[in-house]
Structure formats: structure tokens, C-alpha cells
């Protein structure tokens, strides 16, 4: 890409000079990839800003489906190597940032009680997402979704009016969970499993959203001078949440965007829930991405330095990862969410990253190299 006003070029890379390619668990990244390819072949995904070809996913996604449904990680690698060529993602301004997001596990129920106050909504019937050429009347620029009403679309109440009871009395409640806090986590990774007071387990997923800009609460406890940038993980914003209940809703309230969401079947419980791209997610290989600059199901190369176990420990992160899914606030050419799984273990790693990468893409050939 040498259009200097492009946000990103390319420069071609070897695979050999991809740091601990030759180590990475090439037949993970392969199932991940394979779930991704039954879906190209029903539909190519668009091609979005960063003009990578999503139709020219459909010969290795062909080529996959065709090849053994459990490859040995030096098949699986002869796969990427011969399908893809790799191109290091060079942003136009700044560098790689990679964070972390999980499926939260919670106690919850179908009805409220003192236990479980707090709702998780439907998606309201009259909520409708903003198309280009629908006529947008005075709604803000940055609205995304609106309500349709006598023809009009109407701003839909924000997280804080939602909170205060705006949409009480509508027969909206999906489930009951703990507290806002609760839910508001909840909403920032779009899914959750929800184990039931009455027995069995729920799983919601993301259906819809009130429409209102994202914000990053964790900025207000910046500005107020209660915590460093560098300490503003999602672990230690829940637990300020927590410990603060008086503030917390004045807090949460300042992201605007309120999530609705669906029931959805855990059809594989080792898989997460059905991302962006219309495939379950894989632990440690889906990749949310910005949806409007790269091309889903893309294979995507992740080098970063990732917190450890122990204070200061930085372990490396070199690993095949697959475009999946994406986020609100996951924005530039060079910027992934990674999905870590399911439960309070997921989150104690996805909590943590806010760390610097390096981004490869592996774009198609045009002709596969020689090879099985």
C-alpha cells in the first residue's frame, strides 16, 4: 500500500524472520482458521479499508476444508506457509497496541431478587441500526443506532438513563446478575455465561446496542488522579468498582453505550461465543480487529511481551492468531483485542494486556507455493 494518506502500509517479511514462528502451535492456529473457512466458502468477507482481499480467502479456505481435520503442527505450518505470504502491518501514526478481552462466567438468575437486582436487556423492537442514506434528522454524527418512531429515528436512552430505570416496565429482562458493575463488565466484552440460580447455565450474546459513542471509564479514574495510566487494567477497574458503589454509577455512566444482548446455545463449551465473523471463538487464536479497515478471517501474526505470573514478569507472545471478531474500542490498523476464554481465569490474563505488538498479516497468494 504506498498511498502515504493510507493509515497503514505493508512491507514484506519472511516467515523465518517472524519471531518464534517456527515454535508456534501451528495446528491451533489451523482449527481456528478451518472453523473460519466453512464460513468463507458460504461468504467471502468484504474487503474493507485496508484493501485486503477477502474474496481471495476462498482457495485457502477451499484448501483447508479438503485437508485433514487434525494436521500435524509441521502440516499445518507447510498449510500457512504455502497459501499465505507474510506483510508486517506499518502504521501511518504510531505503533501496535494489543489488549485482552474473555467471556465472563457469572451467578445469576431469570427473575430479580435482593441476590440479583440487575437486568441484562433485549434488544428493544424499535431499535434500528443506522444504514448510509437513512435520513438522520438532527441525531449527533457519532450516533450509530437510533430508535424508528412515526418514521423519525430518536436518540435511545444512554447507559445512565437505562440505569435509572428508562426501560422499567418494558418486559425487556433477559436475566438478573449481581450488580451494575456486574453488568457493565458484561457489556464491555459483549457475551457471557450466566450460571443459574434456578439451575443450568445461560449464554448471552451482543444483539444490539443503544447506539451512543464508547468511552473508556477507566480515563475518569485517571483524571481524578486514583490510579496511573499504567495501572488502568480492567482487574483493577473492577475492583475500584466494586469497593466504590456510591461512585461507580456516576462512572459507568459516563460510557454511554448500553448493550443488549440474546440468548445464544453453548453448542461447544470450549469454544466462545459466535463472534463478529459469524464463527465461535477459539481461546488464545480468535483476534478482534477493526472491522473497518481489516478484512475478517484474515490470518494475522501477534508479537508482543504479555504480563506473566509475577509482578514485572514479561513473558513473549508470538502467535498465529485469526481476524474474528471485533469492538468499539478496538480502532487502527495495528490494534487486536485478544480472546482469552471463558471464566475467572481468562479473565485474570485478559485483564492485564495494554502492551505494545507488532502485527503481520498473511495475505493470500496468488498462486500457493509448491508443496501438499
Known sequence: MSDMTAPAR?????????????????????????????????????????ALDGDALRAPAAAALAAPDRPTGTDARAFFERWFEPRRIVPAEGGGFVTGYYEPEVKGALKPSAAFPVPLHRRPDDLHEIKPGDERFDLPEDLTWAVRRDGRLLPHPDRAAVMAGAL???????????????????????????????????????????????????????????????????????????????????VMGRNRSYIFFAEAPVQDPALGPLAAAAVPLTPGRSLAVDRHLMTFHMPIYVEADLPGETPGQRLPFRRLMIAQDTGSAILGPARGDIFFGTGPEAFAKAARVRHPARFTVLVPRREPTGGP
Open 10 to 50: 505493508f512491507r514484506r517479511v519472511a516467515f523465518d524472520r517472524l519471531a518464534g514462528w517456527a515454535r508456534d502451535d501451528h495446528a491451533a492456529a489451523f482449527s481456528a482458521f478451518r472453523r473460519s473457512a466453512a464460513r468463507i466458502l458460504v461468504a467471502a468477507p468484504k474487503t474493507r479499508g485496508l
Open 168 to 250: 422499567d416496565g418494558r418486559g425487556l429482562e433477559l436475566a438478573y446478575v449481581a450488580s451494575w458493575a456486574e453488568a457493565f463488565f458484561i457489556h464491555v466484552q459483549g457475551s457471557a455465561r450466566i450460571r443459574l440460580a434456578e439451575g443450568g447455565t445461560l449464554r448471552v450474546a451482543f444483539a444490539a446496542k443503544s447506539g451512543h459513542p464508547y468511552f473508556p471509564i477507566a480515563r475518569v479514574l485517571v483524571e481524578k488522579g486514583l490510579m496511573t495510566p499504567a495501572e488502568a487494567t480492567a482487574d483493577v477497574l473492577r475492583a475500584w468498582l466494586d469497593a466504590n458503589p456510591a461512585e461507580a454509577s456516576a
